[in-house]
Every structure is written in structure tokens, then in C-alpha cells.
């Protein structure tokens, strides 16, 4: 019996492998590819060579290069380039070629259908010449009569900013920058090649250009702007109460050489959930996003803070703001956190505010001459998924206060250009002063209540009378010439704002022609000073307009033109505008909430559409 069981259990064994051959063979003729990836080592250059000198062959990004001796004739140079049997090559070899002009392509062709090209750059020695330049694997296209060399990375390539080439150069010769030394491409860089006898030089301008990751770059339906969210993959679009959602075509924009499946202008129901819209760039890479309408009105006002919640605020003035703004708006009032910033949370707020001011409670916001962007928290910086959704937010119809320490926000969001690394001058918009900018600002105590703080309202002061604007209504201005705002004994002082525009726009200051001029350029409004300055020196509070609609001659064009939102700055300056006392009194603390509300439905109240 025992074996009985054995001889079972072999049988069946058998059956199962008998099984699994049939299964096998009988199904090689459909599974098996008849497709035969060609032996790409059948169409390689094996060795290229000109009179007794072999040239160096890169293999991984096609390149040849070589150094004759001094002094050679590069207008007639015949080169011995062999081959497998099996291939062929063009030029062939043996022709007499012109590398004077600069580098030249060989392909090679095999008969098992495999071909390669190799660019071959040849100089003499001494001869101050690049002969090949890569990044990576992806090889720089040279231009001898120009000068020029331009490079295509890919998207996942690493950054613009840091970028370490590998070239080769001409024996005989060297290079201010080494060849593997990293470098910021994102504009422009010079490379200048000496010759050993220190007399000839030659430079060449380097460009690279990256392949931009597949991504919308806005969704429209109807004339509504879409919030994107990029760390989400999602956009949200608000559309009117009411609105049919089955049958909707949205316009949709993207980077150059990409393209979105449904297309752009395609009809789409999106009344059952959302939509998925794929997005593939020239590399094949793709990206998903999950549209999602909502037909809803904005109707929230939001304000944005650095902790999960108002209770758990840790500066007073951001605590104080969001305390009244909840009371004072109830139902129709949301505190939404600086991190968690999402196209879903944002959706349904028509105004936000954004406020902190720190020096007493040392968060660590600080800025330099050089960088501003540290006064923010890393959610509001730019390139930051938070900043993205805001500045979608924004685009589409938002309106936004900004005041006290995250002033520079108006910077992440492109709304003003500048580039705190670089010198004053016209397009780069930086700030004038940074008084009080470390990160424990200025604290000054037992001050007595007749220093007043306030805002400069004179005309003087402005491009003209703003006294008569709604965000002034219900409000006196002292002597019609200023609004105060702050006598408390302990206040909290920064003043990292713009004083004045030298060397960026002309008239730069101190008349009303330079605030008009700035007005103009900006598509803006300029609101007051410092209490006690008596003409347009400073810009103690700016609303920043739509740009979407007609703008002055003297608009800069480096500003986006799609905004529809306005952005509202209130400069943390010694204009006074503090919430929170200190522990002492503001006679003036009705001022700063009839001002802070006046703003925040005057912004409400603008149709954006």
C-alpha cells in the first residue's frame, strides 16, 4: 500500500510537469516576441584615426575627439575610421573633411537594422577650442562660428542651479572652469579657453534648456480659472451656484511639446465625480490630475495661519486677528493652516488673510538685504506647493490681505518681481530698508502715549486724494492728514519695506509723479506713509490690481497678466498696525479693526470675474 502511494504520488507529478510543457510550447508561438532587438555593438566606431593618432571615443554620448599637432590643416583631414564588417559608415572613410568650422556627424548603419551617429570635433593643438560638452548623458550642440553651445536635459536631469558638465578641450590649452565644476544654468554661462602661449582665447556661451515636467499650467471653464494643485495632482474649479456640471469644456494650457488626454476644448461630464486628465510631456513621462467642478459660491473669508489651529497660535497678533475675524464673520469665516493650504480648502474662500508679526515672540522670521524669503515659513516660498495653489488661487479671482512679517508673500506669488541677489534696477522691485529685520526685530517698551503711529493720508503722500476710498469709510483722519493707529506703551517694531524706488523706476521719489509712476507700472494703488512724512516717500499700504484687464503703457511686462484677484500689502513698518498690545493700551486698536475690516470687504465685494 505504501508504495502504491508512492508510485501515485510520482504519476501525478508527472502529469502536473506533462501539464505545464504542453501549456509552454503550445503557447510559444503567441507568447514569444518575433521582434529582434538589433547588437548595437554591430554599429559602433571601433577606432578613428588620423595619420599615426587615435582619437578618444566616448561611447556614451557620441562623441570623438582628438588633438593634432600644432599647426595643422584641419580644412583637409582624412580620417581611418574602422568598423564592424557588417556595417557601413557616412562619411565614409578616407574622405577628406573641413573640421575647421566645427564638429562633424558620422553615422554608422548595420544590416541587422542597428545605426548609431557620433559628432567627431577635431583641433590643433594649442588651438583654444571645446571639442565636446555634455551633461549627463545628453550631449551639448556646439557652434564654432557663434560660439554657442546649447544642451536639452531632461526633466528629472536635477536642477538648472546645479549642474556639473563634463567637456573636453584641445591639448595645449586650459579653461577658467574645470570640467566637472558645478554651475547655475539657469541663465547663461561663459566658458573661456586660453591657449598655452597666453595669447589666443576663445568663450563660448553655454545655454541649457530642461524638458519641463508634464503639467497644466491652467484650466479655464467658462472664465473661471482653476485652482491647481500640483503636490495633489488636483484642480478644482468654482463655478456659479446653479451651474450645469454634464456638459462642460474646459481650456486647458500647457508647457510647449505637451499634451493632455481628454484635449483641451473636449466636451466633459463632470457631474458625477471627478474627471482624470493625462499629461504627457516629450519624454513619454506622464502626470495625472482629478478635475473636480464644484458649482458653489466663494463666499468664506479665510484666515491663514502658521498652527493647526486659532487657540494654538503662538504670536499674540496673529492670535488677536483671527480671534476678531472669526467673531466678526461667523459662519461665513474659516482658519485654515499655512501647511495644510489645498485647491480643495481654498476653493470656497473669496478673501484671505494672511498675518504675524514676531519680534517679540522670536519664531525665527528673518531677512537680509540678499534674501526675504526667510521671513516666511517654508509653505509661502516660492516653488512651494502651498504657494502654487495660492497664486492659482489668486489667478482665478481671489483677494488676499497680507500684513505685519509675510510681506514678501507678494514676492512668491509673482505678483511683484524681484531678485533680492542681484543689484537695484529696473524690473527687480527689492526693498529699500531692513531696519529691525533680524529675527527678534525691534521691542520697544514704556513709550509714551502721544507717540503716535499712524498712516500718512495727505495727497502729498499719494498720487493723489485717497482719503474718500471705501477702506477708509466710518474712519477720521487727524488733522485730515493722518489715520492713527497705534499708542500703546510696548510695541513690536519691523521696517523691511520699500522707502523708494531708486535706481528701479523714474521719477524713483519723493513726489506724487513717482507714487503715479509706480501705480502705473504695477497696476496698483498706492495708500499713505509713515504718520509724519510729509510727501511720497514710503508705501505704507499698496493694493496690487487685477492685471487681466487693460493696463497702463507703463505696465511692466515681466508681470503675469492673468491675475483677477487683488492682492492688498499692508507694510510691517512703524505704520502701527499691531493687533495685540502687549500688555498695554492702543486707543486706537477700533481704528485698526474698522481698517482691517473695511479692507477685507472692500476686497469681498470686487467682482473678479
Not at 514676492?411 to 529699500?432: D, E, I, K, Q, W
Not at 499692508?570 to 499691531?578: A, D, H, K, Q, R
Request: hydrophobic share 40%; aromatic share 10%.
Amino acid at each position: 500500500m505504501k508504495t502504491i502511494k508512492k508510485q501515485f504520488s510520482f504519476f501525478k507529478i508527472a502529469i502536473v510537469f506533462f501539464a505545464l510543457a504542453i501549456t509552454l510550447f503550445g503557447c510559444s508561438k503567441d507568447d514569444n516576441f518575433n521582434d529582434n532587438v538589433p547588437d548595437y555593438t554591430e554599429s559602433i566606431i571601433q577606432s578613428f584615426k588620423v595619420g599615426d593618432k587615435y582619437a578618444d571615443i566616448n561611447h556614451t554620448i557620441g562623441t570623438i575627439t582628438m588633438t593634432l599637432p600644432s599647426g595643422s590643416d584641419l580644412k583637409h583631414v582624412v580620417a581611418e575610421i574602422r568598423i564592424p564588417d557588417s556595417a557601413t559608415i557616412s562619411p565614409a572613410s578616407g574622405t577628406t573633411l573641413d573640421f575647421s568650422a566645427g564638429p562633424i556627424t558620422f553615422e554608422v548603419k548595420s544590416t541587422n537594422g542597428a545605426h548609431r551617429t557620433y559628432t567627431v570635433s577635431i583641433a590643433a593643438y594649442g588651438d583654444p577650442k571645446m571639442l565636446s560638452f555634455a551633461i549627463g548623458d545628453k550631449n551639448g550642440v556646439i557652434d564654432e562660428v557663434k560660439g554657442t553651445i546649447e544642451v536639452e536635459i531632461g526633466s528629472q536631469d536635477g536642477s538648472l542651479s546645479s549642474l556639473a558638465p563634463s567637456f573636453v578641450i584641445a591639448e595645449g590649452t586650459t579653461v577658467d572652469f574645470a570640467s566637472g565644476v558645478a554651475r547655475d544654468f539657469t541663465a547663461p554661462k561663459v566658458y573661456t579657453i586660453l591657449s598655452n602661449n597666453g595669447y589666443t582665447a576663445k568663450q563660448y556661451t553655454v545655454t541649457v534648456k530642461q524638458i519641463k515636467t508634464p503639467s497644466i499650467e491652467s484650466f479655464e471653464i467658462n472664465g473661471t480659472v482653476g485652482i491647481i494643485d500640483n503636490a495633489a495632482n488636483s484642480i478644482v474649479v468654482i463655478l456659479p451656484a446653479g451651474t450645469n456640471l454634464s456638459s462642460l469644456s474646459p481650456v486647458i494650457a500647457l508647457p510647449a511639446e505637451q499634451t493632455v488626454s481628454p484635449s483641451s476644448g473636449a466636451n466633459q461630464d463632470f457631474s458625477n465625480g471627478a474627471v482624470q486628465y493625462t499629461v504627457t510631456n516629450k519624454e513619454m513621462l506622464t502626470k495625472v490630475y482629478s478635475v473636480t467642478v464644484q458649482s458653489i459660491a466663494a463666499t468664506k473669508y479665510a484666515f491663514l495661519g502658521l498652527e493647526d489651529n486659532i487657540s494654538s497660535l503662538k504670536d499674540d497678533d496673529a492670535k488677536a486677528a483671527a480671534t476678531w475675524m472669526q467673531a466678526t464673520y461667523g459662519v461665513d469665516f474659516k482658519y485654515i493652516k499655512i501647511d495644510d493650504i489645498s485647491a480643495q480648502n481654498i476653493g470656497d474662500v473669496k478673501v484671505a488673510m494672511l498675518y504675524y508679526l514676531t519680534p517679540k515672540e522670536d519664531l525665527g522670521f528673518s531677512a537680509t538685504a540678499t534674501d526675504v524669503s526667510t521671513m516666511l515659513p517654508a509653505a509661502l516660498r516660492a516653488g512651494s506647493s502651498q504657494v502654487q495653489v495660492l497664486k492659482s488661487w489668486v489667478k482665478g479671482g481671489g483677494d488676499i490681505l497680507i500684513a505685519g512679517d509675510p510681506n514678501p508673500f507678494v514676492f512668491s506669488l509673482g505678483r511683484v518681481p524681484a531678485n533680492f541677489g542681484a543689484a537695484r534696477a529696473p524690473g527687480n522691485y527689492v526693498y529699500s530698508e531692513f531696519g529691525c529685520s533680524g529675527s527678534n526685530g525691534c521691542y520697544d517698551t514704556g513709550k509714551p502715549s502721544d507717540d503716535i503711529w499712524g498712516l500718512g493720508m495727505r495727497d502729498s503722500n499719494n498720487s493723489g486724494n485717497r482719503r474718500g476710498h471705501a477702506i477708509f469709510n466710518n474712519l477720521t483722519f487727524e488733522n485730515g492728514e493722518y489715520l492713527p493707529l497705534q499708542n500703546s506703551a510696548n510695541r513690536e517694531v519691523r521696517l523691511i519695506w520699500w522707502q523708494h524706488f531708486d535706481g528701479i523706476l523714474n521719477p524713483s521719489c519723493c513726489g506724487s509723479d513717482a507714487a503715479a509712476q509706480f501705480e502705473k507700472t504695477m497696476t496698483a494703488v498706492k495708500f499713505g506713509t509713515l504718520r509724519h512724512i510729509g510727501d511720497a516717500f514710503g508705501y505704507g499700504a499698496v493694493e496690487f490690481k487685477r492685471t487681466d484687464l487693460a493696463n497702463d503703457a507703463a505696465f511692466d511686462s515681466t508681470i503675469s497678466t492673468d491675475f483677477k484677484g487683488h492682492v492688498f500689502v499692508i507694510s510691517n513698518t512703524i505704520l502701527g498696525y499691531e493687533w495685540d498690545s502687549n500688555g498695554s493700551t492702543n486707543a486706537y486698536q477700533n481704528n485698526i479693526e474698522v481698517f482691517t475690516k473695511n479692507i477685507l470687504d472692500y476686497l469681498y465685494t470686487l467682482d473678479n470675474d
